[in-house]
């Protein structure tokens, strides 16, 4: 199955501190070596944490490298119409899907639009952001990368 990295992936995989933590994280979340998708969305989001809290041009030019070894994908009017649907799931207002149990639930609209692509994708989000546990088995396929208790990927 193909997978899709959320942007917590792109930047845990620079954060690594030397190649051999990174080739064990890459192979953790990629341990088939398939294709790997990226959101334009997680593009964006990606490079400009790594501007914002300063990181170095080596580090900034090992990211946009893993990034240009993924496949980049767009929004296309499937995206939207997909990012629509979630949306209108999320507020409670699906036309089809029963209504979830509890309040509405939100969504940052970045990960809205990681959601969409990963949706018409029918690939795998491998992600360590929790806010799309609800998507699970209804719009999408996870793959839940945990933390430990200091924030770090445990791989």
Request: proline share 2%.
């Amino acid at each position: 199955m193909d997978i899709i990295f959320d942007t917590n992936i792109l930047i845990e995989l620079i954060r690594a501190d030397n190649d051999k933590k990174m080739q064990r994280l890459y192979e953790r979340v990629n341990p088939n070596q398939v294709d790997v998708y990226i959101s334009i969305v997680s593009i964006g989001e990606a490079i400009a944490f790594a501007y914002q809290t300063g990181w170095g041009e080596r580090k900034i030019t090992m990211l946009k490298n893993i990034i240009d070894e993924c496949i980049h994908i767009g929004i296309t009017d499937e995206v939207i119409e997909k990012y629509i649907e979630i949306e209108r799931y999320n507020m409670r207002k699906h036309p089809t899907l029963p209504a979830m149990n509890g309040n509405t639930q939100n969504m940052g609209k970045n990960d809205l639009w990681i959601a969409s692509t990963a949706s018409i994708l029918e690939a795998t989000l491998v992600t360590s952001d929790k806010d799309f546990n609800h998507l699970k088995d209804i719009f999408l396929n996870l793959d839940f990368v945990e933390r430990d208790n200091n924030g770090s990927i445990i791989y």
